[in-house]
């Protein structure tokens, strides 16, 4: 069971970070105070000078090559979802398949804001229960159901339960049920959410934040 109170805060205080990772390289966005919402991502070139250090003049040339909104496009970047992370990794290699400019040398270049929400884990067969208050609505920003470690909810469980850290769904409904509310409790099971990974011991992990009227605005 995980309950949690939050109070109001106000508009404006949310910190907008722009990082940029050359061809080949591994991007790592994280947050310690929040939860990473990204904003706009680019992969290509718009600027000859960033990430041109030692490249031939001829692999610059193109400043009119860019694919947008890389980050929000599964099918661009289906095993990274950034939205509602504490910590996101990618590999510029994840984007070889999709070239928006042959010859060019590339980037990805991210604008992301570090958002103060709540993180949440709650285990297989437990009930999830957020709760804001007085006057306040609940916004999911994230949720994934699975195994990412062999630690989190492995207490007196078999080690064949635990050792399949690769398994996430991203679970979207829940801010169709959830935003909006000044209280949602969430069933936390495979008979709700689908079983990604049959014999593995699963648990749901949330990011989430209680806001005002100012956010709803934002966000709506």
Not at 34 to 57: F, K, L, N
Not at 113 to 134: K, M, R, W, Y
């Given at each position: 069971m995980f309950l949690s109170v939050c109070v109001c805060v106000p508009c404006g205080l949310y910190l907008r970070s722009n990082s940029i990772v050359c061809f080949s390289l591994l991007h790592?966005?994280?947050?310690?105070?929040?939860?990473?919402?990204?904003?706009?991502?680019?992969?290509?070139?718009?600027?000859?000078?960033?990430?041109?250090?030692?490249?031939?003049?001829?692999?610059?040339?193109?400043?009119?090559?860019?694919?947008?909104?890389?980050l929000k496009d599964s099918s661009s970047l289906s095993p990274c979802r950034c939205d509602g992370k504490k910590v996101c990794e990618i590999s510029t290699n994840s984007f070889r398949t999709s070239d928006p400019c042959s010859g060019i040398y590339k980037y990805l270049d991210t604008t992301y804001?570090?958002?103060?929400?709540?993180?949440?884990?709650?285990?297989?067969?437990?009930?999830?229960?957020?709760?804001?208050?007085?006057g306040q609505v609940l916004l999911i920003h994230g949720a994934d159901y699975g195994r990412r470690d062999s630690t989190t909810c492995?207490?007196?469980?078999?080690?064949?339960?635990?050792?399949?850290?690769?398994?996430?769904?991203?679970?979207?409904?829940?801010?169709?049920?959830?935003?909006?509310?000044?209280?949602?409790?969430?069933?936390?099971?495979?008979?709700?959410?689908?079983?990604?990974?049959?014999?593995?011991?699963?648990?749901l992990e949330m990011a989430y934040s209680c806001h005002c009227k100012c956010l709803r605005l934002l966000f709506n």
């Open positions: 790592i966005m994280r947050e310690d105070n929040g939860v990473i919402i990204v904003q706009a991502a680019m992969y290509g070139r718009t600027d000859a000078e960033i990430c041109s250090d030692g490249i031939p003049a001829d692999q610059l040339a193109n400043t009119q090559c860019f694919q947008i909104d890389t804001t570090c958002f103060p929400a709540i993180h949440s884990v709650t285990c297989d067969d437990s009930l999830a229960n957020l709760q804001c208050g007085e492995s207490l007196n469980l078999p080690a064949s339960q635990l050792q399949n850290v690769q398994c996430s769904k991203p679970i979207s409904n829940l801010a169709d049920s959830c935003n909006g509310k000044s209280n949602c409790t969430v069933k936390v099971s495979s008979s709700v959410f689908g079983d990604p990974c049959f014999g593995t011991y699963k648990y």
